[in-house]
């Protein structure tokens, strides 16, 4: 999925960590090995960001959360517009 994110030009970076994810399904608590992806782009390309995940894994439905940056640096948000341009 990251490959595809970079390859597509939708990200800029995508950091990977194995997580242990205790949610909810259909009414029971369960816990899975599972990954979350922090994926580096532009709010203008959240959606695409979406688009790919559904069709790189159609085994589940990406939870996708966007977080709008209090501060960041010249450098890297120049780093990200250059790299999803």
Not at 11 to 39: C, E, L, T, W
Not at 46 to 56: A, E, M, S
């Amino acid at each position: 999925m990251a490959t595809k994110l970079l390859s597509e030009k939708v990200a800029a970076g995508v950091d990977i960590f194995p997580i242990y994810s205790i949610h909810r399904d259909s009414g029971q608590v369960k816990g899975v090995n599972a990954a979350s992806m922090i994926v580096k782009t532009e709010e203008r390309k959240i959606q695409q960001v979406n688009d790919v995940l559904r069709q790189t894994n159609t085994e589940f439905e990406p939870r996708v959360v966007s977080f709008k940056p209090f501060r960041i640096n010249q450098e890297f948000k120049e780093w990200v517009t250059t790299s999803v341009a």
